[in-house]
């Protein structure tokens, strides 16, 4: 097969590549050029698109031998996905800008390209499994390595974006990977992996949101309100910085009667009102789900497990789909879930497909 192997700069998608070759394909290497301005994202070890990124790309082809070109999808980026983490945000809702990247960049716009050139295949360095499975769809398992699976962001791959799709790192761990690197004489072998999001330069998410958002945000600030209360306990400068869970970063004024720390159970972007209360009232075990993305067919009905952030745990879950919609009944809560997130389906191991959390229910106390 002619292959186009994504490659970030990193040591994954170094070795996914010269697997792809040593597995008899024609590889072509291809970074991707994110950023209108690449000085403004990431660099060096917790980047993933930046000109040091693209270097440390064309270094490893060359060492693999493979052909290298740059792709600039600094246009579709910025709009699918910065300007889609600005939006939600502005709505009170927490998206995941990683999970929109692979839907909308990495196997839409690359993948259509990749067709249009010839290519049969794109080849990353995510850490998923695909598989045949007996009526002949291709399947999506988690990774050998659980603590390094990457099927919760590849959820919203459908069956045609997976017959395209090769995970050549979906059968070992991290330290294999480093270790092969090395012994293919690859100089990423040691680089540390990129963290947190790429377009925000020094991990302020609040901060960046602050600056980008400017009139778009629907207030500049509003009050922090105790549920349990009713009291106003603190005030805010937006609701772009805060998300559901949270803790740290408060600076509430007024402290809680039972002495123990508050969380954010809500935010309203309109009022501006951003609810704090115990821990205890964050636990929820009903969902409601829209926009669904199936990787195969689409089902009825799945009692299995969903997961509802990256490296999140699994939470045993009855799920129900009516066309658009999609309802989860948790029978292990989960805390913390905010609206905007993914939650992805499993059974077993296979990824059935994920949807975008609209709403949720808290547990009624017994």
Request: charged fraction near 25%; charge should be negative.
């Amino acid at each position: 097969m002619k292959v186009v192997a994504a490659m970030s700069g990193g040591v994954d998608s170094a070795v996914a590549a010269a697997r792809a070759v040593e597995a008899g394909h024609e590889v072509t290497g291809v970074h991707l050029a994110l950023s209108r301005n690449p000085a403004s994202y990431r660099s060096g070890a917790r980047g993933c698109c930046t000109i040091e990124d693209s270097n440390d790309a064309r270094r490893a082809a060359d060492v693999i031998g493979i052909p290298f070109y740059v792709w600039d999808l600094s246009d579709r980026f910025h709009e699918d996905v910065v300007e889609d983490f600005m939006d939600e945000y502005a709505a009170g809702r927490t998206p995941n800008p990683c999970l929109r990247c692979n839907e909308k960049i990495k196997f839409a716009a690359v993948l259509d390209r990749a067709l249009a050139l010839g290519f049969d295949a794109v080849a990353t360095g995510h850490y998923a499994q695909l598989r045949t499975g007996a009526d002949g769809l291709i399947e999506m398992h988690r990774a050998e390595d659980h603590g390094k699976d990457q099927s919760y962001v590849l959820g919203v791959l459908d069956q045609s974006q997976l017959r395209h799709s090769l995970f050549p790192l979906g059968d070992t761990d991290k330290p294999a990977v480093r270790r092969e690197a090395e012994a293919r004489g690859l100089l990423v072998a040691d680089k540390p992996d990129s963290h947190d999001i790429c377009f925000v330069a020094d991990g302020d998410n609040a901060g960046w949101l602050r600056e980008k958002l400017g009139d778009r945000a629907p207030n500049h600030g509003g009050d922090i309100v105790d549920a349990e209360t009713g009291e106003t306990v603190g005030s805010h400068a937006g609701t772009y910085g805060f998300t559901i869970g949270q803790r740290r970063g408060l600076r509430l004024g007024t402290p809680a009667p039972d002495g123990k720390p508050r969380f954010v159970l809500d935010i309203e972007p309109v009022t501006g009102t951003v609810t704090v209360g115990p821990r205890e009232r964050l636990a929820v075990d009903h969902i409601d789900g829209i926009r669904p993305r199936w990787c195969g067919t689409v089902p009825e009905r799945v009692d299995g497990t969903v997961q509802l952030r990256a490296h999140g745990a699994e939470h045993r879950a009855s799920v129900v789909v009516d066309g658009d919609r999609v309802t989860i009944d948790l029978l292990d809560p989960a805390e913390g879930i905010a609206p905007g997130q993914a939650a992805v389906i499993y059974d077993g191991t296979r990824v059935v497909g994920s949807a975008t959390i609209e709403s949720t229910r808290a547990v009624v106390p017994a």
